[in-house]
């Protein structure tokens, strides 16, 4: 029984870290896939085959591949984008007529990007330059568009926006029940068996009655005061000898 009661508690104690860690974030599955707790996602995987680039900006030019590191020969320099394995974003200044890498694939995450809207969106870290791709649905899009979203501060912070049909955000999961449902599901049932099968051993195993068929009656009846005592303690600044248990 005491056993039954640790695992009881780290079972208890599992489901609250479990719970506390459902965030609203898409969590990436593969380079071009994400799914959120409640199962909705992004497949963005139908963009693996072309290059998307976008129309300049004060003379910056993005190309971009979400799924995949390519190869990107913009112009024939001694940059990250012209060697293998590629990158998945390449920047390219026609003034300095130089390309920069702006991060691979393993360095995109999907985000949930906080402002006066919240919208998901790519984005790609790669050292200090951080860019944001936000992510827009458009059913009437035949194809896909990247747009530079305003005269950027080019290099640390960009941000873009990626128009498409294929990033609409989707059903990704069929199963409607989460991590922490599953788990609270599965709390009422070790609950269950719990009380059931305790008062059934107590019952048949010790001849209890009544209440003292609870398992591990002792211990839950001296719950409260143990509480008490507590409380108490805490109280009373933490003195071990100024309450007088009776
Ligand atoms: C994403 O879409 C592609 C193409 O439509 C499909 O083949 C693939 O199975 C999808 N992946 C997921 C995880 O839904
Ligand atoms: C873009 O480059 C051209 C020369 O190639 C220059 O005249 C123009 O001022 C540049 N525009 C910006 C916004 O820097
Ligand atoms: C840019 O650089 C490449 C390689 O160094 C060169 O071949 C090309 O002519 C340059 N283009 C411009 C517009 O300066
Ligand atoms: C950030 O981007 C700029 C291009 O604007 C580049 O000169 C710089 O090297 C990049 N920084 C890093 C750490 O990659």
Known sequence: MILGNVAFSVFALFLAISIDHTSSQCVKQSSCTCVFPNGEGYNISSLSTDTLKSIPVSNYTFAFQPCRNIVMNIVSTNSECNKSPGVSLCAY????????????????????????????????????????????????????RLVMNHDPKFGQKNHLTLMSVHTCKIKMVSTGLSTGSFLVILLFIFSGIYLIGGALTMKFLRGATGLEMLPNYAFW??????????????????????????
């Not at 949930?112 to 059913?139: D, F, M, P, W």
């Not at 009846?221 to 003195?239: E, H, Y």
């Open 93 to 144: 200044s026609k003034i300095q007529n130089q390309t920069y890498n702006f991060g691979t694939v393993e360095e995109t995450t999907f985000e949930e990007v906080q402002g006066i809207e919240t919208y998901t969106a790519l984005v790609l870290k790669h050292e200090s330059n951080i860019t944001y791709i936000r992510l827009i649905c458009c059913e009437t899009c035949e194809n896909p």
């Open 221 to 246: 009846s001296d719950f409260p005061s143990l509480v008490r005592d507590g409380i108490a303690f805490t109280f009373s600044g933490c003195k071990a000898d100024s309450y007088d248990r009776i």
